[in-house]
Protein backbone atom coordinates (compact mmCIF):
# COMPACT_ATOMS: atom_id res chain seq x y z
CA UNK A 1 0.00 0.00 0.00
CA UNK A 2 1.05 3.60 -0.78
CA UNK A 3 0.45 7.15 0.92
CA UNK A 4 -2.40 7.60 -0.81
CA UNK A 5 -4.29 4.13 -2.72
CA UNK A 6 -5.65 2.00 0.32
CA UNK A 7 -5.67 -1.84 0.72
CA UNK A 8 -8.83 -3.42 -1.33
CA UNK A 9 -8.37 0.22 -3.73
CA UNK A 10 -7.38 -1.16 -7.06
CA UNK A 11 -4.72 0.22 -10.04
CA UNK A 12 -5.43 3.14 -11.84
CA UNK A 13 -4.61 1.97 -15.06
CA UNK A 14 -7.36 -0.25 -16.32
CA UNK A 15 -6.73 -2.14 -20.31
CA UNK A 16 -9.40 -3.61 -21.99
CA UNK A 17 -9.11 -5.45 -24.96
CA UNK A 18 -5.88 -5.74 -24.40
CA UNK A 19 -5.49 -7.77 -27.48
CA UNK A 20 -7.81 -6.41 -29.96
CA UNK A 21 -6.40 -6.66 -33.50
CA UNK A 22 -7.15 -2.70 -34.73
CA UNK A 23 -3.52 -0.37 -35.36
CA UNK A 24 -5.68 2.09 -33.09
CA UNK A 25 -4.37 1.85 -29.20
CA UNK A 26 -7.65 4.22 -27.63
CA UNK A 27 -7.18 6.22 -24.34
CA UNK A 28 -9.41 7.26 -21.80
CA UNK A 29 -7.57 9.73 -19.34
CA UNK A 30 -10.96 11.11 -17.58
CA UNK A 31 -12.78 7.88 -17.75
CA UNK A 32 -13.91 7.96 -14.05
CA UNK A 33 -15.22 9.72 -11.05
CA UNK A 34 -14.10 7.79 -8.40
CA UNK A 35 -11.86 8.85 -6.04
CA UNK A 36 -9.41 7.56 -3.66
CA UNK A 37 -11.39 6.87 -0.46
CA UNK A 38 -8.32 8.65 1.87
CA UNK A 39 -9.42 12.07 -0.41
CA UNK A 40 -12.98 11.86 0.96
CA UNK A 41 -15.00 14.04 -1.52
CA UNK A 42 -11.79 16.78 -1.65
CA UNK A 43 -14.68 19.10 0.30
CA UNK A 44 -16.85 19.42 -2.96
CA UNK A 45 -20.81 18.15 -2.76
CA UNK A 46 -22.32 15.53 -4.39
CA UNK A 47 -23.26 17.77 -6.83
CA UNK A 48 -20.10 19.06 -8.08
CA UNK A 49 -18.83 15.43 -7.95
CA UNK A 50 -20.97 14.43 -10.51
CA UNK A 51 -19.82 17.00 -13.21
CA UNK A 52 -17.62 17.07 -15.72
CA UNK A 53 -15.17 19.10 -13.28
CA UNK A 54 -14.54 15.37 -11.97
CA UNK A 55 -14.18 13.35 -15.23
CA UNK A 56 -15.07 13.35 -18.87
CA UNK A 57 -19.00 12.64 -19.20
CA UNK A 58 -19.80 9.54 -21.52
CA UNK A 59 -15.90 9.46 -22.38
CA UNK A 60 -15.48 5.77 -21.02
CA UNK A 61 -18.83 4.44 -22.83
CA UNK A 62 -17.87 5.87 -26.08
CA UNK A 63 -14.39 4.37 -25.93
CA UNK A 64 -16.02 0.84 -25.00
CA UNK A 65 -18.62 0.79 -27.62
CA UNK A 66 -15.64 1.96 -30.00
CA UNK A 67 -13.11 -0.72 -28.60
CA UNK A 68 -15.81 -3.10 -29.83
CA UNK A 69 -16.65 -1.86 -32.98
CA UNK A 70 -12.87 -1.07 -34.37
CA UNK A 71 -11.54 -4.15 -31.98
CA UNK A 72 -9.14 -1.57 -30.20
CA UNK A 73 -7.59 -1.68 -26.93
CA UNK A 74 -8.93 0.57 -24.73
CA UNK A 75 -6.66 1.66 -22.03
CA UNK A 76 -8.68 3.06 -18.73
CA UNK A 77 -8.00 5.48 -15.86
CA UNK A 78 -9.90 4.32 -12.76
CA UNK A 79 -9.53 7.64 -10.54
CA UNK A 80 -11.50 11.20 -10.95
CA UNK A 81 -9.10 13.69 -12.39
CA UNK A 82 -9.52 16.08 -9.42
CA UNK A 83 -7.20 13.79 -7.09
CA UNK A 84 -4.75 13.92 -10.32
CA UNK A 85 -5.47 14.74 -14.19
CA UNK A 86 -3.47 12.21 -15.92
CA UNK A 87 -3.60 14.31 -19.32
CA UNK A 88 -1.21 16.81 -17.21
CA UNK A 89 2.53 16.61 -16.20
CA UNK A 90 3.33 17.06 -12.31
CA UNK A 91 4.97 20.09 -12.99
CA UNK A 92 1.42 21.76 -14.10
CA UNK A 93 -0.51 23.33 -11.43
CA UNK A 94 -3.68 21.55 -13.34
CA UNK A 95 -2.21 18.34 -12.64
CA UNK A 96 -3.78 18.53 -8.59
CA UNK A 97 -6.26 21.71 -9.19
CA UNK A 98 -6.61 24.11 -7.42
CA UNK A 99 -9.85 25.93 -9.06
CA UNK A 100 -11.34 23.60 -11.73
CA UNK A 101 -13.43 25.68 -13.95
CA UNK A 102 -15.17 28.15 -11.40
CA UNK A 103 -15.18 25.57 -8.37
CA UNK A 104 -12.36 25.69 -5.48
CA UNK A 105 -11.33 21.82 -4.76
CA UNK A 106 -10.65 22.40 -0.86
CA UNK A 107 -9.12 18.85 -0.84
CA UNK A 108 -6.23 20.19 -3.11
CA UNK A 109 -4.94 23.45 -1.71
CA UNK A 110 -2.15 23.62 0.81
CA UNK A 111 -0.67 19.66 -0.05
CA UNK A 112 2.68 19.24 0.87
CA UNK A 113 5.34 17.68 -1.63
CA UNK A 114 4.95 14.40 0.08
CA UNK A 115 0.92 14.82 -0.68
CA UNK A 116 2.03 15.44 -4.63
CA UNK A 117 4.18 13.04 -4.93
CA UNK A 118 1.80 10.14 -3.29
CA UNK A 119 -0.94 11.45 -6.10
CA UNK A 120 1.68 11.35 -8.64
CA UNK A 121 3.13 8.04 -7.76
CA UNK A 122 -0.04 6.52 -7.59
CA UNK A 123 -2.14 7.88 -10.09
CA UNK A 124 -0.46 9.43 -12.95
CA UNK A 125 2.97 6.74 -12.74
CA UNK A 126 0.92 3.43 -13.14
CA UNK A 127 -1.42 5.06 -15.14
CA UNK A 128 1.51 5.86 -18.03
CA UNK A 129 3.61 3.06 -17.05
CA UNK A 130 0.58 0.50 -18.02
CA UNK A 131 0.17 2.61 -21.01
CA UNK A 132 3.89 2.07 -22.07
CA UNK A 133 3.80 -1.26 -21.41
CA UNK A 134 1.09 -1.92 -24.06
CA UNK A 135 2.87 0.08 -26.25
CA UNK A 136 6.38 -1.53 -25.87
CA UNK A 137 4.78 -4.71 -26.19
CA UNK A 138 2.82 -4.57 -29.52
CA UNK A 139 6.62 -2.64 -30.93
CA UNK A 140 8.27 -5.55 -30.22
CA UNK A 141 5.75 -8.13 -31.59
CA UNK A 142 6.19 -5.31 -34.83
CA UNK A 143 2.68 -4.13 -34.62
CA UNK A 144 1.79 -1.05 -35.76
CA UNK A 145 0.10 1.75 -33.30
CA UNK A 146 -2.00 5.00 -33.73
CA UNK A 147 -2.60 6.86 -30.45
CA UNK A 148 -6.37 8.23 -30.00
CA UNK A 149 -7.45 9.43 -26.84
CA UNK A 150 -11.13 9.70 -26.47
CA UNK A 151 -12.59 13.37 -24.23
CA UNK A 152 -15.92 15.00 -23.60
CA UNK A 153 -15.89 18.60 -23.00
CA UNK A 154 -18.92 20.40 -21.10
CA UNK A 155 -21.48 22.91 -23.51
CA UNK A 156 -20.89 25.90 -21.33
CA UNK A 157 -17.53 26.61 -20.08
CA UNK A 158 -17.10 29.95 -17.56
CA UNK A 159 -21.08 31.33 -18.16
CA UNK A 160 -20.26 31.29 -22.18
CA UNK A 161 -22.17 28.38 -24.53
CA UNK A 162 -20.13 26.28 -27.47
CA UNK A 163 -20.85 25.45 -30.65
CA UNK A 164 -18.30 23.42 -31.66
CA UNK A 165 -19.77 19.72 -31.44
CA UNK A 166 -16.32 17.49 -32.01
CA UNK A 167 -12.96 18.75 -32.09
CA UNK A 168 -10.02 16.97 -33.28
CA UNK A 169 -7.05 17.98 -31.91
CA UNK A 170 -3.36 17.86 -32.48
CA UNK A 171 0.27 19.41 -31.32
CA UNK A 172 2.60 19.07 -34.41
CA UNK A 173 2.39 15.41 -35.65
CA UNK A 174 -1.43 16.59 -38.25
CA UNK A 175 -0.83 13.66 -40.54
CA UNK A 176 -4.18 11.58 -38.52
CA UNK A 177 -6.02 14.98 -37.20
CA UNK A 178 -5.92 16.26 -40.77
CA UNK A 179 -7.70 13.41 -42.27
CA UNK A 180 -9.75 12.86 -39.66
CA UNK A 181 -11.31 16.39 -39.86
CA UNK A 182 -12.66 15.53 -43.02
CA UNK A 183 -14.80 12.87 -42.10
CA UNK A 184 -17.48 14.97 -40.57
CA UNK A 185 -18.87 17.28 -43.06
CA UNK A 186 -22.84 17.52 -41.05
CA UNK A 187 -21.19 18.05 -37.58
CA UNK A 188 -19.62 21.21 -36.12
CA UNK A 189 -15.87 20.03 -36.15
CA UNK A 190 -12.78 21.58 -35.51
CA UNK A 191 -9.23 21.17 -35.27
CA UNK A 192 -7.92 21.91 -32.00
CA UNK A 193 -11.18 23.63 -30.30
CA UNK A 194 -12.57 23.52 -27.97
CA UNK A 195 -8.77 23.38 -26.28
CA UNK A 196 -5.18 22.76 -28.28
CA UNK A 197 -1.82 22.59 -27.70
CA UNK A 198 -1.35 25.69 -25.51
CA UNK A 199 -3.59 24.60 -23.07
CA UNK A 200 -1.78 21.77 -22.40
CA UNK A 201 -3.65 18.55 -23.25
CA UNK A 202 -1.32 17.02 -26.01
CA UNK A 203 0.03 16.03 -22.96
CA UNK A 204 -0.20 12.25 -23.01
CA UNK A 205 -0.10 11.83 -27.14
CA UNK A 206 3.26 14.23 -27.07
CA UNK A 207 4.52 11.76 -24.40
CA UNK A 208 3.26 8.18 -25.58
CA UNK A 209 2.89 9.08 -29.16
CA UNK A 210 4.82 11.86 -30.46
CA UNK A 211 7.62 10.76 -28.93
CA UNK A 212 7.81 7.33 -30.21
CA UNK A 213 7.06 8.31 -33.70
CA UNK A 214 3.43 7.03 -33.62
CA UNK A 215 0.67 8.71 -35.42
CA UNK A 216 -2.13 10.34 -33.00
CA UNK A 217 -4.64 12.14 -32.37
CA UNK A 218 -7.42 14.05 -29.19
CA UNK A 219 -11.00 13.25 -30.02
CA UNK A 220 -13.51 15.97 -28.07
CA UNK A 221 -16.96 15.40 -27.88
CA UNK A 222 -19.36 18.08 -26.85
CA UNK A 223 -20.34 16.02 -23.30
CA UNK A 224 -24.52 17.12 -24.35
CA UNK A 225 -24.03 15.08 -27.31
CA UNK A 226 -23.03 11.69 -25.41
CA UNK A 227 -24.36 11.36 -21.82
CA UNK A 228 -27.14 8.70 -22.53
CA UNK A 229 -26.42 5.50 -24.06
CA UNK A 230 -27.90 6.37 -26.92
CA UNK A 231 -25.67 9.00 -27.82
CA UNK A 232 -22.69 7.36 -27.08
CA UNK A 233 -23.65 4.38 -29.66
CA UNK A 234 -24.26 7.17 -32.32
CA UNK A 235 -20.76 9.25 -31.90
CA UNK A 236 -19.25 5.24 -31.74
CA UNK A 237 -20.92 4.39 -34.76
CA UNK A 238 -19.69 7.77 -35.98
CA UNK A 239 -16.10 7.97 -35.16
CA UNK A 240 -15.71 4.20 -35.91
CA UNK A 241 -15.56 4.18 -39.75
CA UNK A 242 -12.87 7.72 -40.00
CA UNK A 243 -10.82 5.70 -37.86
CA UNK A 244 -10.54 2.65 -39.72
CA UNK A 245 -10.28 4.85 -43.52
CA UNK A 246 -7.44 7.05 -41.75
CA UNK A 247 -5.74 4.13 -40.62
CA UNK A 248 -5.58 2.12 -44.13
CA UNK A 249 -5.68 5.29 -46.51
CA UNK B 1 15.16 -11.67 -12.91
CA UNK B 2 13.85 -11.53 -16.32
CA UNK B 3 14.61 -12.85 -19.75
CA UNK B 4 17.45 -10.79 -19.99
CA UNK B 5 18.84 -9.77 -16.87
CA UNK B 6 20.40 -12.70 -14.23
CA UNK B 7 21.24 -12.36 -10.83
CA UNK B 8 24.16 -10.10 -9.81
CA UNK B 9 23.35 -7.60 -12.84
CA UNK B 10 21.90 -4.49 -11.81
CA UNK B 11 19.64 -1.92 -13.39
CA UNK B 12 20.24 0.00 -16.03
CA UNK B 13 19.48 3.07 -14.00
CA UNK B 14 22.14 4.80 -12.34
CA UNK B 15 21.55 8.24 -10.23
CA UNK B 16 24.77 10.20 -9.04
CA UNK B 17 24.22 13.31 -6.75
CA UNK B 18 20.58 12.69 -6.77
CA UNK B 19 19.75 14.96 -4.04
CA UNK B 20 22.60 18.27 -6.40
CA UNK B 21 21.27 21.81 -5.92
CA UNK B 22 21.63 22.70 -9.36
CA UNK B 23 17.94 23.24 -11.71
CA UNK B 24 19.79 21.20 -14.05
CA UNK B 25 18.99 17.28 -14.73
CA UNK B 26 22.02 15.50 -16.35
CA UNK B 27 21.36 12.47 -18.69
CA UNK B 28 23.73 10.05 -19.93
CA UNK B 29 22.38 7.07 -22.09
CA UNK B 30 24.79 5.96 -24.08
CA UNK B 31 27.41 6.18 -20.74
CA UNK B 32 28.42 2.54 -20.72
CA UNK B 33 29.79 -0.36 -23.04
CA UNK B 34 29.09 -3.09 -21.06
CA UNK B 35 26.72 -5.81 -22.27
CA UNK B 36 24.15 -8.01 -19.99
CA UNK B 37 26.30 -11.16 -19.80
CA UNK B 38 23.55 -12.80 -21.95
CA UNK B 39 24.18 -11.48 -24.68
CA UNK B 40 27.57 -12.51 -24.47
CA UNK B 41 29.72 -9.98 -27.05
CA UNK B 42 27.18 -10.05 -29.76
CA UNK B 43 29.12 -11.61 -32.12
CA UNK B 44 31.88 -8.57 -31.96
CA UNK B 45 34.87 -8.60 -31.58
CA UNK B 46 36.62 -7.00 -28.35
CA UNK B 47 38.05 -3.88 -30.44
CA UNK B 48 34.30 -3.44 -32.05
CA UNK B 49 33.19 -3.27 -28.29
CA UNK B 50 35.33 -0.54 -27.15
CA UNK B 51 34.40 1.49 -29.99
CA UNK B 52 32.15 4.54 -30.37
CA UNK B 53 29.11 2.22 -31.77
CA UNK B 54 28.98 0.32 -27.91
CA UNK B 55 29.21 3.58 -26.23
CA UNK B 56 29.83 7.40 -26.03
CA UNK B 57 33.38 7.76 -25.56
CA UNK B 58 33.82 9.99 -22.65
CA UNK B 59 30.53 11.08 -21.91
CA UNK B 60 29.65 9.30 -18.44
CA UNK B 61 33.00 11.18 -17.37
CA UNK B 62 32.36 14.15 -18.59
CA UNK B 63 28.56 13.97 -17.10
CA UNK B 64 30.08 13.15 -13.84
CA UNK B 65 32.39 16.18 -13.70
CA UNK B 66 29.65 18.45 -14.98
CA UNK B 67 27.89 16.95 -12.38
CA UNK B 68 30.23 18.17 -9.74
CA UNK B 69 30.96 21.25 -11.05
CA UNK B 70 27.82 22.73 -11.41
CA UNK B 71 25.76 20.51 -8.18
CA UNK B 72 23.41 18.41 -10.62
CA UNK B 73 21.98 15.04 -10.59
CA UNK B 74 23.63 12.30 -13.46
CA UNK B 75 21.26 9.93 -14.87
CA UNK B 76 23.33 7.44 -16.50
CA UNK B 77 22.25 4.14 -18.38
CA UNK B 78 24.30 1.36 -17.07
CA UNK B 79 24.58 -1.17 -20.75
CA UNK B 80 25.72 -0.49 -24.19
CA UNK B 81 24.11 1.11 -26.74
CA UNK B 82 24.32 -2.10 -28.62
CA UNK B 83 22.02 -4.19 -26.36
CA UNK B 84 19.47 -1.35 -26.01
CA UNK B 85 19.63 2.45 -27.51
CA UNK B 86 17.97 4.33 -24.66
CA UNK B 87 17.24 7.38 -26.79
CA UNK B 88 15.22 5.48 -29.11
CA UNK B 89 11.79 3.99 -28.92
CA UNK B 90 10.97 0.70 -28.81
CA UNK B 91 9.39 1.07 -32.23
CA UNK B 92 13.05 2.66 -33.56
CA UNK B 93 15.02 -0.24 -35.76
CA UNK B 94 17.91 1.75 -34.32
CA UNK B 95 16.53 0.87 -31.23
CA UNK B 96 18.47 -2.71 -31.27
CA UNK B 97 20.30 -2.38 -34.25
CA UNK B 98 21.49 -4.91 -36.96
CA UNK B 99 24.04 -2.50 -38.08
CA UNK B 100 25.59 -0.15 -36.48
CA UNK B 101 27.91 2.91 -38.86
CA UNK B 102 29.30 -0.04 -40.88
CA UNK B 103 29.59 -2.76 -38.35
CA UNK B 104 26.92 -5.60 -38.34
CA UNK B 105 25.70 -6.99 -34.83
CA UNK B 106 25.69 -10.87 -35.49
CA UNK B 107 23.61 -10.86 -31.82
CA UNK B 108 20.90 -8.32 -32.83
CA UNK B 109 19.71 -10.22 -36.03
CA UNK B 110 16.28 -12.63 -36.12
CA UNK B 111 15.42 -11.35 -32.63
CA UNK B 112 11.94 -12.83 -31.34
CA UNK B 113 9.22 -10.64 -30.69
CA UNK B 114 10.04 -12.00 -27.07
CA UNK B 115 13.86 -10.99 -27.33
CA UNK B 116 12.93 -7.42 -28.17
CA UNK B 117 10.42 -7.17 -25.52
CA UNK B 118 13.04 -8.06 -22.40
CA UNK B 119 15.13 -5.53 -23.79
CA UNK B 120 12.68 -3.16 -23.66
CA UNK B 121 10.95 -4.06 -20.17
CA UNK B 122 14.67 -4.74 -18.29
CA UNK B 123 16.76 -2.34 -19.98
CA UNK B 124 15.25 0.90 -21.40
CA UNK B 125 11.98 0.95 -19.62
CA UNK B 126 13.74 0.59 -15.90
CA UNK B 127 16.07 3.76 -17.37
CA UNK B 128 13.22 6.30 -18.51
CA UNK B 129 10.84 5.29 -14.74
CA UNK B 130 14.16 6.31 -13.06
CA UNK B 131 14.48 9.38 -14.99
CA UNK B 132 10.47 10.09 -14.28
CA UNK B 133 10.59 9.13 -10.69
CA UNK B 134 13.64 11.81 -10.68
CA UNK B 135 11.38 14.28 -12.38
CA UNK B 136 8.67 13.75 -10.84
CA UNK B 137 10.01 14.13 -7.14
CA UNK B 138 11.29 17.30 -8.13
CA UNK B 139 8.41 18.36 -9.38
CA UNK B 140 6.58 17.55 -6.35
CA UNK B 141 8.87 19.51 -4.47
CA UNK B 142 8.39 22.30 -6.66
CA UNK B 143 11.72 22.58 -7.84
CA UNK B 144 12.89 23.47 -11.28
CA UNK B 145 14.23 20.97 -13.84
CA UNK B 146 16.59 21.95 -17.31
CA UNK B 147 17.18 18.76 -18.66
CA UNK B 148 20.31 18.48 -20.21
CA UNK B 149 21.20 14.87 -22.67
CA UNK B 150 25.43 14.64 -22.57
CA UNK B 151 26.71 12.37 -25.55
CA UNK B 152 29.90 12.24 -27.91
CA UNK B 153 29.89 11.69 -31.77
CA UNK B 154 32.44 9.94 -33.42
CA UNK B 155 35.22 12.74 -35.57
CA UNK B 156 34.83 9.90 -38.34
CA UNK B 157 31.50 8.77 -39.44
CA UNK B 158 31.45 6.69 -42.24
CA UNK B 159 34.63 7.40 -43.91
CA UNK B 160 34.02 11.40 -44.02
CA UNK B 161 35.84 12.95 -41.48
CA UNK B 162 33.48 16.04 -39.43
CA UNK B 163 34.92 19.59 -38.71
CA UNK B 164 32.15 20.01 -36.16
CA UNK B 165 33.77 20.27 -32.38
CA UNK B 166 30.49 20.73 -30.21
CA UNK B 167 26.79 20.35 -31.72
CA UNK B 168 23.85 21.73 -29.25
CA UNK B 169 20.56 19.69 -30.58
CA UNK B 170 17.39 20.81 -29.84
CA UNK B 171 13.79 20.15 -31.86
CA UNK B 172 11.37 22.34 -31.13
CA UNK B 173 11.67 24.05 -28.10
CA UNK B 174 14.98 25.84 -28.76
CA UNK B 175 14.83 28.14 -25.31
CA UNK B 176 17.92 26.94 -24.23
CA UNK B 177 19.89 25.44 -27.00
CA UNK B 178 19.72 29.50 -28.61
CA UNK B 179 21.20 30.87 -25.15
CA UNK B 180 23.98 27.80 -25.20
CA UNK B 181 24.99 28.17 -28.71
CA UNK B 182 25.95 31.96 -28.13
CA UNK B 183 28.61 30.91 -25.39
CA UNK B 184 31.36 28.73 -27.45
CA UNK B 185 32.61 31.59 -29.59
CA UNK B 186 35.74 30.09 -30.02
CA UNK B 187 34.69 26.61 -30.89
CA UNK B 188 33.31 25.08 -34.02
CA UNK B 189 29.76 25.09 -32.70
CA UNK B 190 26.94 23.94 -34.12
CA UNK B 191 23.11 23.59 -34.11
CA UNK B 192 21.81 20.70 -35.07
CA UNK B 193 24.91 18.69 -35.91
CA UNK B 194 26.16 16.22 -36.50
CA UNK B 195 22.82 14.89 -35.92
CA UNK B 196 19.33 16.53 -35.37
CA UNK B 197 15.72 15.78 -34.97
CA UNK B 198 15.07 13.99 -37.97
CA UNK B 199 17.89 11.70 -36.80
CA UNK B 200 15.47 11.01 -33.78
CA UNK B 201 18.50 11.35 -31.41
CA UNK B 202 15.25 14.00 -29.45
CA UNK B 203 13.82 11.04 -28.31
CA UNK B 204 14.67 11.37 -24.71
CA UNK B 205 13.98 15.07 -24.44
CA UNK B 206 10.73 15.13 -26.28
CA UNK B 207 9.55 12.41 -24.22
CA UNK B 208 11.17 13.52 -20.59
CA UNK B 209 11.46 17.59 -21.27
CA UNK B 210 9.11 18.88 -23.97
CA UNK B 211 6.13 16.21 -23.06
CA UNK B 212 6.49 18.25 -19.54
CA UNK B 213 6.96 21.72 -20.45
CA UNK B 214 10.78 21.70 -19.54
CA UNK B 215 13.48 23.34 -20.99
CA UNK B 216 15.99 21.12 -22.46
CA UNK B 217 19.33 20.80 -24.82
CA UNK B 218 21.15 18.00 -26.05
CA UNK B 219 24.82 18.51 -26.17
CA UNK B 220 26.89 16.43 -28.78
CA UNK B 221 30.90 16.53 -28.34
CA UNK B 222 33.14 15.24 -30.72
CA UNK B 223 34.63 12.20 -29.02
CA UNK B 224 38.67 13.06 -29.71
CA UNK B 225 38.56 15.95 -27.76
CA UNK B 226 36.64 14.08 -24.52
CA UNK B 227 38.82 10.67 -25.00
CA UNK B 228 41.44 11.46 -22.30
CA UNK B 229 40.61 12.75 -18.62
CA UNK B 230 42.34 15.74 -19.42
CA UNK B 231 39.95 16.37 -22.52
CA UNK B 232 36.98 15.02 -19.65
CA UNK B 233 37.89 17.89 -17.39
CA UNK B 234 38.13 20.59 -20.34
CA UNK B 235 34.87 20.14 -21.66
CA UNK B 236 33.43 20.08 -17.85
CA UNK B 237 34.57 23.23 -17.15
CA UNK B 238 33.92 24.93 -20.87
CA UNK B 239 30.27 23.62 -20.39
CA UNK B 240 29.49 24.40 -16.71
CA UNK B 241 29.48 28.34 -17.25
CA UNK B 242 27.15 28.35 -19.96
CA UNK B 243 24.46 26.58 -18.31
CA UNK B 244 24.95 28.56 -15.04
CA UNK B 245 24.10 31.18 -17.34
CA UNK B 246 21.36 29.86 -19.48
CA UNK B 247 19.20 28.78 -16.63
CA UNK B 248 19.52 32.50 -15.01
CA UNK B 249 19.19 34.64 -17.50
Redesign the interface.
Known amino acids: MGALLQEGEESPFIAVNEEGRSPFVLICEHASRTLPKKLGTLGLSEADLHRHIAWDIGAENVGRLLSRLIDAPLLLQRYSRLAYDCNR????PDAIPELSELTAIPGNRKLS??D??AR??EI??PFH?GV??V???R????LR?LVVSIHSFTPIYKGKPRAVELGILHD?DTALSSKLIKSFPNVEARLNEPYGPKD?VL?TL??HA?????QHAMIEIRNDLVATERGQDEWAQRLSVPLIQAATK
Not at 89 to 92: L, T
Open positions: PPESPERLARYRDSLLDRAAAGSRGHNMFARGL
